[in-house]
């Protein structure tokens, strides 16, 4: 039975996970649960699932906690709580902390356990290099949970030659709006995605495409590839998540329906694998669609792909600045157009600076917060 550790419980991939867990468990034995603040869910999976350990930010959060759940469960609170909770060791840790706050986290998380399913973008993408030296340096295996860096992993095997992989991207809600029709978007509609049920920010950067530049990132430090080799195919139904070509021109895809309990059940039970969602239904008649990408209708996307070849701090602060973006956004503070205008201003007037450890990306991260929240006051 291996112990898992899980980063962000009472999220979207938190839960999905814990529900995968729920059909296997005398595979697995949850050894810690972690929240930012959601008392009510964090107790209902304390109660179903008995942890030992139990982390919650919000530190006046924590005090309601310890007033609901048994004294023999250790309570973890504020930020040094959560570097605590990621100094706990287990078989298995299942990183689903959203945005940069998982980097920290991650990192000491990464000396304690035996594998890590990382669920999280943006720690890659603002310190790749940094993850994955660090994981080599104390043999942890990290599974991508992300469903398309996920399908990847599933259909790159050593020795294939292959010669670029795709990944697929639905487009979003607004694939199809014209530039005035985005200028009045609003943000009921922003988070009507489609084919996937997501948290809001991964939604809205789903919108804008941001997150498949992000994807790019990933692939580029999950495998090794190079940006050229890395493709990007928009596919509406999102029932392929990625497909790799090899260099006979064949196509291999990884195929099933718009549930992340697939890859989240892959990365936790790898290698094998175990029954956990409706497979696809070849008894009814569907058809799926591929088409170009035209990188220029999607600003975020070109500003991400030019960014991540600079090699630079441009990344981490270009997350920073899409953070902070989608929170004004969401409380309708501004305009889902406001976005881009304000992205373009911070890229063009950055220093650029290398990342050498841990240290710079968190100095450029507040550095690029500042500047984005002043900008947006000038707004």
Request: charged share 25%.
């Amino acid at each position: 039975m291996k112990k898992v550790t899980i980063f962000g419980s009472t999220g979207s991939i938190g839960r999905n996970a814990l529900s995968v867990i729920r059909k296997n468990k005398a595979d697995f034995k949850i050894h810690g649960l972690s929240t930012n603040q959601n008392v009510d869910i964090i107790c209902s999976q304390i109660k179903e699932f008995s942890p030992s350990y139990v982390c919650i930010v919000d530190s006046k959060k924590a005090e309601l906690l310890k007033k609901r759940i048994a004294k023999n469960i250790k309570i973890f609170s504020g930020e040094e709580g959560l570097c605590e909770f990621a100094a706990l060791s287990s078989d298995i840790s299942l990183m689903a902390i959203s945005g940069i706050n998982a980097l920290k986290p991650l990192m000491i998380n990464i000396k304690y356990a035996k594998r890590i399913a990382l669920a999280n973008k943006e720690s890659i993408v603002t310190a790749g290099s940094l993850v994955f030296n660090k994981a080599r340096r104390f043999n942890t295996e990290i599974i991508p949970v992300d469903s398309e860096i996920n399908a990847i992993f599933q259909l790159l095997k050593p020795g294939l030659d292959f010669k670029k992989v795709y990944l697929t991207a639905s487009g979003g809600p607004l694939l199809d709006y014209s530039a005035s029709e985005l200028s009045k978007v609003s943000v009921k509609k922003v988070l009507a995605h489609p084919t996937w049920e997501m948290g809001r920010k991964i939604t809205v950067n789903s919108a804008t495409l941001l997150n498949k530049g992000f994807e790019v990132i990933e692939s580029h430090h999950f495998f090794n590839l190079d940006y050229s080799n890395i493709g990007i195919v928009i596919h509406r139904e999102s029932h392929v998540h990625a497909l790799v070509e090899f260099k006979d021109s064949s196509l291999f895809a990884c195929m099933y329906q718009p549930d992340m309990k697939i890859p989240i059940s892959f990365a936790l039970n790898y290698p094998k694998r175990m029954p956990v969602s409706n497979s696809e239904n070849f008894k009814t008649k569907f058809s799926l669609t591929f088409e170009p990408l035209e990188v220029k209708k999607f600003p975020f996307l070109e500003i991400i792909l030019e960014a991540a070849r600079r090699k630079d701090n441009a990344l981490v602060i270009l997350n920073a600045c899409d953070e902070v973006l989608v929170e004004y956004f969401l409380k309708n503070k501004i305009k889902f157009i406001d976005m881009q205008k304000v992205m373009r201003h911070i890229f063009s007037n950055y220093r650029a600076q290398k990342i050498n450890n841990e240290n710079d990306v968190f100095y450029w991260d507040d550095w690029a917060r500042y500047k984005t929240k002043e900008y947006l006051e000038k707004l």
